[in-house]
């Protein structure tokens, strides 16, 4: 049984609810006007550390745990989701810059940069040699490697994506990235003369922690690559089901068809995989249950081979394989592809 299928509510909204409503696109996207209330309300946590004085060193650990534990993983789906399908009416389209302008920099967002590496690079690129964050030249269970990749995106990826933007004639996107990068470090550098602790705690120090996160989230959904057709995205992505991730953070582990068809809305994936298995599987499609993409990384950095074979999904119409098949599989699927497409 696929425990991600969307539900949709049963009780009828509320007066609140209803005016929230009124100003979203899509009424299956109301989660997300009750996210962002709640990630101002944590972002007011964070500007209270710049009030907070000698109770600084205590609060900013309970600032930061929370944030993590109850925002972060929340929110940045929330911004991928609503990235590909703008969340208010076009009549209040100046709210759709909440998420990445006032939201987004509490949660290590810079404005504007996710939207032009994931909706101006990395989808029309889908993690091929010219995508900047492709994963095909490394060996994907190798921990230099991935440190290799993390190091190179964190200090000249914006660099590299400035160029493709510039080479590319995409002006806008260009802009956009550039007002945001210049806008947030202008941020910081003014807050830093307030309180240099709380504008590291609040600011910089997720910037660096969700680069991370991201770079190793798209590490596992993009680590088991056909080399003979790495454009496919049945063979270039993997899927993840039946996961805690996929009720926190919208159904992201379905990243296949998202390479497919992107615009699909995040409540209706579980549904598109359960009525398509047999295309997955006349595809051989890589399909995980119980586990999510960063656990599916972390797996690949520690060798644990027989634990994602255990969790390795066996698709109808695909070919039948034991434990170890499995685990020749999944390694063959992880070797270097150059640009060259050389063995």
């Known amino acids: 049984m696929n425990r991600d299928l969307y539900t949709p509510p049963t009780t009828p909204p509320g007066l609140f609810d209803r005016a929230l409503l009124s100003l979203i696109n899509d009424e299956r996207d109301l989660p997300f006007v009750h996210l962002i209330l709640g990630c101002l309300g944590c ?25 993590a534990l109850v925002y972060l993983d929340r929110f940045i789906l929330m911004l991928h989701c609503t990235s590909h399908r703008p969340l208010f009416k076009k009549q209040h389209a100046a709210l759709n810059q909440v998420i990445p302008w006032l939201v987004g920099p509490f949660f290590g967002e810079t404005p504007e940069t996710y939207f032009s590496h994931h909706m101006g690079m990395h989808h029309p690129e889908n993690n091929l040699h010219d995508d900047l964050s492709t994963t095909m030249p490394y060996r994907r ?13 964190l ?12 080479e590319r004639g995409n002006r806008r996107l260009l802009g956009r990235m550039i007002a945001g990068e210049s806008a947030f470090i202008a941020m910081c550098a003014g807050l830093a003369v307030i309180d240099l602790r709380a504008t590291l705690v609040v600011f910089v120090i997720p910037v660096v922690l969700v680069r991370f996160l991201m770079m190793a989230g798209n590490w596992g959904q993009h680590a088991f690559v056909d080399a003979s057709d790495p454009g496919n995205a049945y063979k270039n992505s993997i899927t993840c089901i039946n996961t805690r991730y996929n009720k926190r953070c919208f ?45 599916v990384w972390m797996m690949l950095m520690l060798g644990r081979w027989d634990a ?7 698709l109808p119409g695909a070919p039948m394989r034991d434990r170890d098949a499995v685990i020749a599989f999944l390694k063959s699927r992880v070797q270097p592809i150059p640009a060259d497409g050389s063995a």
């Not at 269970?141 to 995106?153: E, P």
């Not at 579980?270 to 999510?292: C, L, S, W």
């Not at 994602?308 to 066996?314: E, G, K, P, S």
């Open 43 to 67: 972002a007011s946590l964070g500007v209270g550390l710049f009030f907070s004085g000698r109770y600084f060193a205590y609060l900013a650990p309970a600032y930061l745990l929370f944030w």
């Open 141 to 153: 269970d190798s921990l230099a490697a991935w440190l290799h990749y993390f190091t190179s995106f």
């Open 155 to 166: 200090f000249t990826g914006l660099a590299r994506l400035a160029k493709y933007h510039l």
């Open 251 to 295: 159904n992201d582990g379905y990243h296949i068809h998202h390479h497919v068809r992107a615009r699909t809305h995040w409540s209706e994936l579980p549904a598109e995989f359960e009525a398509n298995k047999a295309e997955y599987g006349r595809q051989d499609a890589i399909v995980f249950e119980g586990v999510d993409f960063f656990q």
């Open 308 to 314: 994602l074979a255990d969790r390795f999904v066996q």
